[in-house]
Structures are given as structure tokens and as C-alpha cells.
């Protein structure tokens, strides 16, 4: 999402400063948002979509025509305890 800030104001013609400025924040929280050290709370997405014209998604960089199907996370699989020693825990 930062390089699509970036891209966004570019495209309207606004700097970070006044982007800033429009969404009530600092400049260095832009700031922040664009080098990737912070993510917008949601209600700034939201603000940033109207100020840009973009849907949420847009804004975030999913691509909303041709989805990714995220690939299953592996669990690591935790040893289950024997049952009397399961009473022994549940006893202490």
C-alpha cells in the first residue's frame, strides 16, 4: 500500500504534506505510511479513497479482476498428551 500512496498522490498532484493536511494527520505519519514502517487505520484508507477517487482495494493493491488464492499456512502440528498424564496438568 505505501508505493500506491505515493503513486495516488502523484497522480492527483498533491504532496504528502497536504495529503497529510486533508486526512488531519501529521506529515511524518504519511511519511511512515509510505516507507512501509506504519499502516493507515482504516478510517484514513477510507478518507484516502475519497481524496484519491479508488476503491479500498485499489488503494491496498488487490488486484479485484484477477484475485491471489493465498496458499495454505502450514500448522505445526503440537504432541497431544497422553490422557493420564492430561489429568495430572488439569489436577495442578
Same mark, same amino acid.
Given at each position: 500500500?505505501?508505493?500506491?500512496?505515493?503513486? &495516488?498522490?502523484?497522480? @492527483?498532484?498533491?504532496?504528502?504534506?497536504?495529503?497529510?493536511?486533508?486526512?488531519?494527520?501529521?506529515?511524518?505519519?504519511? &511519511?511512515?505510511?509510505?516507507?512501509?514502517?506504519?499502516? *493507515?487505520?482504516?478510517?484514513? @484508507?477510507?478518507?484516502?479513497?475519497?481524496?484519491?477517487?479508488?476503491?479500498?482495494?485499489?488503494?491496498?493493491?488487490?488486484?479485484?479482476?484477477? *484475485?491471489? @488464492? *493465498?496458499?495454505?499456512?502450514? #500448522?505445526?502440528?503440537?504432541?497431544?498428551? +497422553?490422557?493420564?498424564?492430561?489429568?495430572? +496438568?488439569? #489436577?495442578?
Amino acid at each position: 500500500m505505501s508505493i500506491r500512496i505515493k503513486e &495516488y498522490c502523484e497522480k @492527483i498532484g498533491i504532496k504528502q504534506a497536504d495529503l497529510a493536511e486533508r486526512l488531519g494527520v501529521e506529515a511524518n505519519t504519511i &511519511y511512515r505510511w509510505t516507507s512501509g514502517a506504519r499502516i *493507515p487505520h482504516w478510517n484514513d @484508507i477510507l478518507a484516502m479513497c475519497k481524496i484519491f477517487n479508488c476503491t479500498a482495494d485499489e488503494l491496498m493493491g488487490n488486484d479485484v479482476e484477477n *484475485p491471489q @488464492i *493465498p496458499r495454505k499456512v502450514a #500448522r505445526k502440528r503440537v504432541p497431544r498428551e +497422553s490422557g493420564e498424564r492430561q489429568a495430572q +496438568s488439569l #489436577r495442578l
